[in-house]
């Protein structure tokens, strides 16, 4: 699959919101681009790409809005919606918040967010200026065994 071919997926899966295989997430991520530090910060509003992951949904559940990045010491990996609408940080949920990292995942280098309290790190990778593709990955035993895949859409 090339870069072109994996972008027009993504946007089907991300719009339909239709369960697909792992396999087929991983084949739209490796055809994706590694993302740098710099271009992950700023606000952005969150979705997920269903795979039958135990944590489909949870998120939703959650009140989950979305990640903002203020800078590579200063993340808040969950930033949720209280009763009355407005945003917070939810620091329970995420036991903390979390720091900006390049790291290698699947024999590539990019952005990737370290959870301050938890065995968890998210990778990025490029859909395009104002989109990331996200997988969950970590040492606990709900994304170690299968990963949980969700994307991010730049807010301005």
Request: net charge negative; glycine share 8%; no cysteine.
């Given at each position: 699959m090339n870069?072109?071919?994996a972008v027009e997926l993504f946007e089907q899966r991300a719009a339909s919101q239709q369960i697909s295989t792992a396999a087929e997430l991983d084949e739209i991520w490796a055809a994706l681009e590694p993302v740098s530090i710099d271009f992950?910060?700023?606000?952005?509003?969150g979705g997920e790409l269903p795979s039958g992951h135990p944590m489909d949904g949870g998120l939703e559940r959650a009140a989950w809005h979305g990640k903002t990045f203020g800078s590579r010491y200063d993340v808040q990996p969950l930033v949720c919606r209280d009763g009355d609408g407005n945003l917070f940080s939810n620091k329970e949920l995420g036991k903390g918040e979390a720091s900006l990292w390049?790291?290698?995942f699947r024999g590539e280098v990019t952005a990737s967010m370290v959870y301050?309290?938890?065995?968890?790190?998210d990778h990025f990778?490029?859909?395009?200026?104002?989109?990331?593709?996200?997988i969950m990955n970590g040492k606990t035993s709900l994304v170690r065994d299968?990963?949980?895949?969700?994307?991010?859409?730049?807010?301005?």
């Open positions: 870069r072109e071919q992950m910060i700023g606000p952005w509003k390049m790291v290698e301050d309290g938890q065995p968890v790190i990778k490029r859909i395009d200026d104002d989109t990331v593709m996200g299968a990963h949980y895949y969700f994307f991010l859409r730049r807010e301005n």
